[in-house]
C-alpha cells in the first residue's frame, strides 16, 4: 500500500507555502459556514478543490512559478513580523533608537549610563540612556 502512495506521488507537486494559505483559507471558511453561511460553503469547497489540483498537479514549473508569485506578494508582510521577531529576542541586551534627524534605527547595548550615540548613517549625534 504504502509504495503504490509512493508511485502514485512520484511527479507530483506536493505541498508549498501557498497551498498551506489555501487550506488555511478554506478551514476558515468552513469555520465560518458553520454560522449559517452556505456562500462560505461554496467558497471553501472551491478553494479546497484547487489546493488539492496544486499538490496533485505533474506541472511542477507552473506550481513553483504560482508559489513564488505568492511568496514575492507577501515579502513586505513577512519581512515586517520578521524584523518586529528579531526586535523582540534582543529587547534584553539592546535598545532600539531613532536618529532624530534621518529615523535610522540604531541598535546600543543595555546597562551602559547615559551614552553619546553617533548615528553611522547621518553623523548626527545625539545622548540617551542605555
Known amino acids: 500500500m504504502r509504495e503504490k502512495l509512493q508511485r502514485f506521488m512520484w511527479g507530483r507537486y506536493g505541498n ?13 471558511s468552513l469555520l465560518i459556514s458553520f454560522f449559517g453561511g452556505g ?8 478553494i479546497m478543490v484547487y489546493a488539492y489540483f496544486r499538490m496533485f498537479s505533474r506541472n511542477i514549473s507552473r506550481r513553483s512559478e504560482e508559489n513564488q508569485k505568492y ?14 521577531k ?11 533608537y531613532k536618529c ?23 553623523g548626527n549625534e545625539f ?3 542605555s
Open 71 to 84: 511568496l514575492r506578494q507577501t515579502m513586505k508582510v513577512r519581512g515586517f513580523f520578521t524584523k518586529k
Open 16 to 28: 508549498d507555502k501557498f497551498n498551506q494559505f489555501l487550506l488555511a483559507c478554506a478551514f476558515a
Open 86 to 96: 528579531n526586535e523582540w529576542g534582543q529587547r534584553k541586551i539592546y535598545h532600539i
Open 127 to 129: 545622548i540617551k540612556k
Open 39 to 46: 456562500l462560505f460553503y461554496m467558497i471553501a469547497t472551491v
Open 100 to 122: 532624530p534627524n534621518c529615523k535610522q534605527k540604531i541598535r546600543v547595548p543595555r546597562g551602559r549610563g547615559r551614552i553619546a550615540i553617533s548615528c553611522r548613517k547621518c
